[in-house]
């Protein structure tokens, strides 16, 4: 297992929050750490290093996200299915408050490799982090009203995401729906639907692959067949299915994109993000 050369944008990110400054000896660091995170599960965005991309950084509606955590001062922010917490930690390096950002995993041994990866301890990184599965009821319910009042003490949610229920302004969900078929994908939206801040501006945000057409693609890693929206059944997902037709702004594109610098395999990756209006 290899890494791909770092563009400067990320030798620089890198370098100055893990502290290795000489380019061999970070990515000789950054390879052992993805050599134990392969063993905990064989992601394909592990195996081809594709947290170093940072990629919501890269959304279209990053600028919005920093404006609004600007605005916002009690903005909380969750970035779900986080892995090492990449997203997290880059968020807080452009200015979110660290103390407001929620990191959560399925897997928490990413988390605890992503303190190997960048050096840190809890103390160095005070944003929380909520192990969990997303599609258990007592992590994420569908059923009652949003429980959260915006001003949930983050120190004393550990367990579940359930407290904060119409509390989160900011959600992002980054390589995670195309990990699940469509009924999953529609459970998954919905709980992060019901997580979300009623608040107007409050957002979700993310990237997965899509499709032109939307259509089932072969099996995950688990043997389940997924599912690749498109443009257009991923906007009537959220608008009008998730939440109320015309309570929010849904914005996608549909780049094609390389899974690894030459490869010669080209699929559809969707961006996107959904605006409480």
């Known amino acids: 297992m290899t890494t791909s050369t770092l ?26 750490v993805v050599n134990q995170a392969y063993e905990v599960f064989k992601y394909r965005c592990v195996r081809d290093f594709g947290f170093l991309r940072m990629n919501m950084s890269h959304l279209p ?32 390096v452009d200015g979110f408050p660290a103390h407001n950002a929620i990191a959560s995993d399925l897997r928490p041994e990413y988390w605890q490799l992503g303190h190997a990866l960048f050096r840190s301890t809890p103390k160095s990184l005070p944003a929380t982090f909520i192990p ?4 258990d009821d007592s992590f994420i319910s569908l059923s009652g009203p949003a ?22 302004a900011v959600i992002h969900a980054g390589a995670l729906f195309h990990l699940f078929g469509e009924e999953a994908q529609l459970e998954l939206a919905r709980k ?9 501006g409050s957002m979700i945000l993310g990237g997965h692959r899509g499709s032109n057409v939307a259509e089932t693609g072969l099996n995950n890693l688990r043997g389940e067949n997924v599912y690749y929206h498109s443009t257009e059944s991923w906007k009537s997902l959220w608008d009008g299915i998730v939440f109320p037709r015309d309570t929010v702004k849904v914005e996608c594109q549909l780049p094609p994109r390389r899974s690894e610098p ?7 990756y969707l961006l996107w993000s959904v605006t409480r209006i």
């Open 132 to 135: 969990g599965d997303a599609f």
């Open 262 to 268: 030459g490869e010669p395999m080209l699929h559809r």
């Open 61 to 92: 509606a990053y600028p919005q996200f920093l404006s609004l955590s600007r605005e916002r001062k009690d903005a909380i922010m969750l970035d779900i299915g986080c892995c090492f917490g990449v997203d997290v930690r880059k968020a807080i």
């Open 7 to 32: 563009s400067p944008e990320e030798f620089a990110f890198f370098s100055s929050q893990i502290g290795i400054m000489d380019e061999e000896e970070l990515k000789n660091h950054i390879v052992s």
């Open 192 to 200: 992060l639907g019901m997580l979300l801040s009623s608040q107007p």
């Open 147 to 168: 429980e959260g009042s915006g001003d949930v003490a983050l120190a004393t949610v550990q367990k579940s995401l359930n407290p904060l229920k119409g509390s989160i």
